[in-house]
């Protein structure tokens, strides 16, 4: 197993080895939780010792030891090959077997064990005289009584020779007597702590290895707790297990095995205990213990003692909250007992916590596991639980879903049919779409003429099926179900409403679009359902068409008043809500808006392990990051997206997350690489879906400009529904109307280019000021390609005021950039260099490496002798900041806390603070304030409006 995340403690200990052997005893404790590498840093350090002599001993659970085992091992080795004083041997004799022999005389060691203490401590100086001693002592915790007695005497009185003394411990497991010593020792400078955390997620990546993606690997990581030992056991759980229980439940018994060494070693009545606080799950309660166990209080109270001095079982916080050390290790222990014991115990704490009148919540799991066929009381509990539990922990719900059906007789009739339904839905959820919608058709073949149970059926059925790219299977389902029964008041009626507007938009038919959306609208209003009316009015805001825009208008800020104003408990059953709001205010150059709801949407999704739901808000969050100039940020998340997309089977997020990533790569670099992989993606998934595929074509064409070739786009142009490019919203025209632009005048076909410029224009509207920036940047081009350099540098001016109006510093640079050689070819070098270098400046704030790239060349042939550097692999701003310097100096720019910021880009606090410190050292400033000033002084440079 590589080291990974310990190069700072490793150089600790390295530091401490090269310190001139002289001296008398340094001691180093290196400390960690099970699992996170202590042995495994010392094994690493073992190469550095040099000359100095190794002596290694460790302490070992429960295999009987002699007394002083652990120096014992350290030490025998080393005093073999010794030369010591006769009385010195003497005295050591009665416990290294090195010193042993004929002429030895014995002492009695009960009796004068201070005498051995002082034995062993000249023994060491003596060991450590000429080239120096490193004694590495492992797992303390877990040495003999005798071995504390003499390491506690050994720091009370050091040799007076170069020692370098390593102890390492589980802090919850190490005798008192040492500890009281090491406490004292710290304080007064005598000895270093080294401590062991969790892996950050940078590290736990790393460890994982290139195959493991972003999303598994934060799942992974979250489960683990940043433990390496639990991380590379719950990597071995199948790919489709992503949340905590899951993960630890679907590790393979091996891998579970392992983990209970300790365990297994206990004595009967400890093993049962810990057994029946596995059926507790957590917190766990003695009484309910003593139930499943079936054993007196006072006895189940000794064995949990032992328990938790073993730290298996730990009791946390002011409250003393007791459980498991880890949830891997509370599954291993409860697969570890019988299938029978198992439900006798879960039928003992049933019958406890229905006497106590526990709610459904805390009954169901155990009902789950002792339930039989036909008990109404335990289905009905096991259904009310799994409602509970549905939108907060699908995970959970569906394997209570799972147990009532289990427990409902196959012809139940309509309670199972909804019994199913909750299930499809909980699975859903989860991610397992292909068995939800088995179960929904299952539930649609067997449905009776329940409308609002069917047309509930029908709505997800036609969700999954547009999330797997069936685009037609979904639009069957909803017409006939309309056919059937068009007039509803219901909310499952209004979502099949609103479903079947999805379809009509998605083939392109944004007038019977809008229509569908209107009349799901109406039925939203009818059932007084206020998510589905901000979801109703938001689709409404995208369909609307170009001459409607101060109604549409209107409609949004209402729509994104209302979500604002609207609690989790409502948004969350139909998260729809907040993607249709943000993507509305993408159209409207509101990126900012979006990014907030759809965080709030990922909050939601991450919080209650709604995996289904995670790429649904990464993919448009990608969109709206990289509309305002946050490409790193944007790339990652663009890269998750598409990893989550894979996972969960979900088609529309996967292309527009190929989308994205192409436009990222357009401006960044790695554009081949971006292409290869829309390029894997089978043509007949572009053909189910006729707007997200032929904008997946598009993108990747429009790829091939950054590297320097032409483009011809009568095929992407044509599935899009022909030069009026239909099959793209109104607001997203301009900009794709301006690459069409671009590649005509790269191929010198100028009455093509300007074609598509005047389309360009027709179609932008100057209230939306990202789209009319777009109109004049293909405007500019043109003017350029017709050698009226100074016109064009105007032209494109304003169309960087456009931009910067929009908050985009991507397309702001690019105007700038044109700008630039609009001057050039107006013989105005100065101005040319002016715009150039504010193009450089926006670049370098939002990571547009490879237009960076161009800027930087088009200075050059200006003979701009000395240009500022950009940002090599690692840097990418101002200061010689790194990457990730960069996006954390940003957010912080932007108001967010160092939890905000953390939360953002999946670090730990503390490594948001390190970033900030090395921030404000290289930038020159002494606080966050300052730092936020210095940031919109530069922000105000790049993108200042020129007077030109």
Known sequence: MPLVGRETQL?????????????????????????????????????????????????????????????????DPLLADHVLPVALRTRLAAVFPACAGRDTDRFDLDAERFVLHRAVIRALELLAEHRGLVLVLDDVHWCDPASAELLA?????????????????????????????????????????????????????????????GLRAAALHQASGGNPLYLEALARAPASALHPHQLAEAVPAPAKTALLAEFTRLPEQVRLVAKAAAVIGEPIEPDLVAAAAGLGLAETLAAAQQLIAADLLRANGPERVVTFRHPLLRAAVYESASPLWQSTAHRRVADLLRARGAPATQLAPHLARCGEIGDVSAIEVLTRAAENLQLHAPAAAA????????????????????????????????GNVEEALSVLHDILARTPGDDDLRQTAVGRCALLHRWRGQLADSEILVRREL???????????????????????????????LAATRL???????????????????????????????????????????????????????????????????????????????????????????????????????????????????????????????????????????????????WRGGVEAARAEAAEVHPDVYDSDFQLGAWVLFRRTAARLALGEAADFRAEVQALGGPELPGLLHAYRPEHYETLTE???????????????????????????????????ARARMQLAEADGRTAAHTAVTAARSFHTAGDLVQNGRARLLAGAGWAEAGNRERALIELDRAAALFTGAGADLLLKETTRQQRRLGLRRVPAGPGPAHSAPGDLTRRESEVAALAGEGLTNKA????????????????????????VPRRSALVAHLHRGVGTWSGLSQF
């Open 153 to 213: 005497q050994l720091l009370r009185q050091p040799p007076r020779a170069p020692v370098l003394l390593i102890a390492a411990y589980r802090p919850r497991q190490l005798p008192s007597a040492v500890a009281a010593v090491l406490t004292r020792a710290v304080p007064a400078g005598s000895s270093r702590r080294i401590e062991l955390g969790p892996l950050e997620l940078a590290e736990a990546r790393r460890l994982l290895g290139p195959g493991v993606g």
């Open 520 to 666: 799901g609208w109406a039925a939203a209003i009818w059932c007084r359902d206020p998510s589905l009316q901000i979801a109703a009015r938001a689709m409404a805001v995208l369909f609307a068409p170009p001459d409607g825009g101060a109604e549409a208008r209107a409609n949004l800020d209402m729509a994104a008043t209302a979500l604002d104003t609207l609690p989790d408990a409502q948004v969350l059953p139909l998260w729809n809500t907040l993607m249709w709001v943000a993507m509305a205010e993408q159209t409207h150059d509101r990126h900012a808006d979006a990014v907030r709801h759809l965080d709030r949407g990922l909050h939601l999704a991450r919080q209650r392990h709604q995996h289904l739901l995670i790429c649904e808000f990464l993919t448009p969050r990608a969109v709206s990051l990289s509309a305002l100039g946050r490409l790193p940020e944007a790339a990652t998340t663009v890269r998750d997206a598409i990893e989550a997309a894979r996972l969960v089977g979900a088609l529309p997020p996967y292309l527009i997350g190929l989308t994205e990533s192409l436009t990222i790569a357009r």
């Open 743 to 777: 590649a005509a005048l790269a191929r010198g076909a100028l009455s093509e280019a300007r074609d598509w410029a005047g389309r360009a224009e027709s179609t932008a509207e100057q209230n939306r000021p990202r789209g009319w920036g777009f109109a004049l940047l």
């Open 399 to 430: 394997g209570l879903h799972r147990a009532a059906l289990r427990l409902t007789p196959e012809n139940a009739g309509l309670p199972r049919l909804r019994l199913q339904l909750g299930y499809a839905t909980s699975i859903a959820l989860t």
């Open 11 to 75: 150089r600790q200990l390295t530091r401490l080895l090269g310190q001139p052997a002289a001296g008398g005893l340094t001691v180093a404790e290196v400390v960690g939780e099970p699992g996170l590498g202590k042995t495994r840093l010392l094994e690493e350090l073992r190469e550095a010792t040099g000359r100095r002599l190794l002596g290694w001993g460790r302490g070992v659970e429960f295999e009987p030891r002699p007394a002083f085992g652990m120096f014992v091992e350290a030490l």
């Open 901 to 924: 910021i953390a939360t953002r880009l999946f670090l730990s606090e503390r490594t948001v603070e390190t970033h900030l410190a090395r921030v404000y050292r290289k930038l020159g």
């Open 483 to 513: 056919d059937r029964a068009p007039m509803t008041d219901t909310a499952a009626g209004a979502v099949l409403w609103l479903t079947r507007g999805l379809i009509e938009f998605r083939r392109g038919g944004y007038q019977s679009a």
